[in-house]
């Protein structure tokens, strides 16, 4: 069930992305013939994040694949206020033994996890140096995790929605004609608040450091 979620977010996001560069380019083309600046950016993220508090306790090491849009709209010269949508996956397979209340079992065990969000966002861009524009800010939101624990042919779901705080410091760089293509690298924190009940008991809140890279259109 994790994978068939993880196709359809994926989906929706390819499909959002691409829909959003299509239906802004011919006003930025428009507005660039004019001479004036595009007021909107949609970005395309590509996305890497590290499993952090109990995202590591639940699937220890490694890192999890991510991908996501973003849609930024200038407020004025140093900030902009948007909207990220975006989905990460962590998984872990092991062939070991666990023990219950009622005993212990052994066997393939795969244990994943899926948080998808939606963030209001807000940045300032404080300085920009070497056609580098720097800034700091963050999203605000509501997030919902699937967590999935598969033990052989058995498997255990559980899942529940989350507010989530996601800091964020980064870069933006631009080229191309009238220097309407865009570029982002930046380090997101995502911090959801606990809330659920999770397998083992009790509420849980997943964290995870996710480097973001970015390609879109103004």
């Known amino acids: 069930m994790t994978n068939r979620r993880w196709l359809l977010l994926t989906q929706l996001l390819v499909a959002l992305s ?9 006003p930025a083309q428009t507005q660039a013939s004019l001479s004036e600046p595009s007021n909107f950016m949609s970005l395309t993220t590509f996305e890497l994040s590290m499993p952090l508090g109990d995202t590591k306790k639940y699937v220890t090491g490694g890192l999890g694949p991510g991908l996501g849009w973003e849609g930024r709209w200038t407020v004025n010269a140093h900030s902009s206020a948007g909207v990220s949508l975006s989905v990460a996956g962590f998984s872990r397979h092991t062939d070991a033994t ?40 963050g999203g605000v939101g509501g997030g919902h995790v699937d967590q999935d624990f598969s033990l052989g042919t058995q498997q255990l779901s559980r899942g529940a929605w989350h507010l989530v705080v996601a800091p964020e410091i980064g870069a933006e760089v631009r080229g191309g004609p009238d220097r309407l293509f865009v570029g982002v690298f930046s380090l997101r924190y995502n911090a959801p608040i606990a809330s659920g009940d999770y397998l083992g008991g009790g509420s849980r809140k997943f964290q995870y450091l996710t480097l973001r890279v970015g390609i879109g259109e103004e």
């Open 18 to 26: 691409v829909a959003s560069l299509t239906a802004s380019r011919a």
């Open 98 to 137: 666990i023990d219950f209340p009622s005993g212990a079992a052994t066997g393939d065990q795969l244990r994943q996890l899926m948080p998808a969000q939606l963030l209001a966002t807000g940045y300032v861009y404080p300085f920009q140096k070497n056609g580098v524009r720097w800034y700091a800010g």
